[in-house]
């Protein structure tokens, strides 16, 4: 299926969202002027292209729930799920773990060097905060864990981390969640197939028996050059959909729907191919 006519089917969901709040948004991704026009440009669609994928399946979910726990697996600021979780009031928790960034008050930290990160923290929590201001019940000052040291960014490519790493500072909730989601990261995050089957036994763990796991994540991907923290390049675990046509059902996963996409935008990747997966937990490990 092309992009345009992915775009096309989900255009739907993208309604969700008010002009002024979705152009909000976009406007919250300004790049500071030393960025090219279009590396602007690059970051924008990337975005564009999580936020309906996710909320494709994250809409299917919330028809049949209510009160959902969602726990969002993911690097960077990831404002994506945080603008998901704002838009679907049957997701009344919201909890998130992350390499790259501990919380907000690391953001407003970064707002002093947001020449050498990038992003224009600023306009993203002022849109992160406007929100939290319609959606009370959220707490999301919370969103972020507190990582340890050997979590920081100078330290995440010796890729010795665990999944209990990530979520340290807090005593995690086995079995509580509803929903787990992770976009465009495993392969970026894990050195090899064995940690990242060991990342699905985790989300396994997290969640609820009935739960959901949402999975976005490039196929076949060599390399990733981040640009928030200006790493060089990262090696990524080359995976494909016999991997994951395996590795869900031995974690105790049952695949639910399992489509390759086409993303636009190659310039990180070797390729464009994104596997677009939606899994329920079929029993505990």
């Known amino acids: 299926m092309s992009i345009l006519s992915y775009q096309e089917k989900h255009d739907k969901y993208e309604k969700i969202f008010s002009p002024e709040k979705y ?41 049949r729930r209510q009160n959902i726990k969602f726990h969002d697996l993911g690097c960077g600021p990831s404002v994506v799920n945080m603008l998901s979780a704002a838009a679907f009031p049957q997701i009344t928790s919201v909890e998130g773990s992350d390499f790259l960034s501990s919380n907000l008050d690391y953001l407003k930290i970064s707002i002093n060097s947001e020449g050498k990160q990038g992003y224009n923290y600023t306009k993203i929590i002022e849109f992160i905060n406007s929100m939290n201001e319609q ?3 959220l707490n999301l000052n919370n969103y972020f864990i ?45 050195p090899s197939k064995g940690h990242y089957r060991n990342v699905l036994r985790t989300v396994n763990r997290m969640l609820k028996l009935g739960g959901t796991f949402c ?35 031995a974690t105790g996963f049952e695949i ?19 596997a677009c997966v939606r899994a329920t937990k079929a029993k505990d490990l």
């Open 23 to 63: 152009m909000g948004f976009w406007n919250a991704l300004t790049l500071d002027k030393e960025k090219s026009d279009l590396e602007v440009s690059s970051g924008q669609r990337t975005m564009r292209f999580s936020i309906r994928s996710i909320n494709d399946f994250i809409s299917l979910i919330c028809r």
């Open 135 to 137: 959606r009370g019940h």
């Open 146 to 190: 507190p990582l340890k040291d050997k979590c920081l960014p100078e330290n995440f490519v010796k890729y010795d981390m665990s999944l209990e790493d990530i979520f340290c500072g807090r005593k995690m909730q086995w079995g509580t969640y509803d929903v787990v989601v992770s976009t465009m990261f495993l392969t970026d995050a894990v």
């Open 215 to 249: 999975l976005l994540d490039f196929l076949n991907q060599s390399f990733w050059t981040p640009c928030i923290k200006g790493m060089q390049k990262l090696s990524a675990v080359p995976i494909n959909l016999q991997f994951l046509e395996k590795s869900l059902p």
């Open 256 to 274: 639910e729907e399992m489509r390759v996409i086409h993303h636009e935008e190659n310039k990180f990747c070797n390729g464009d191919k994104v």
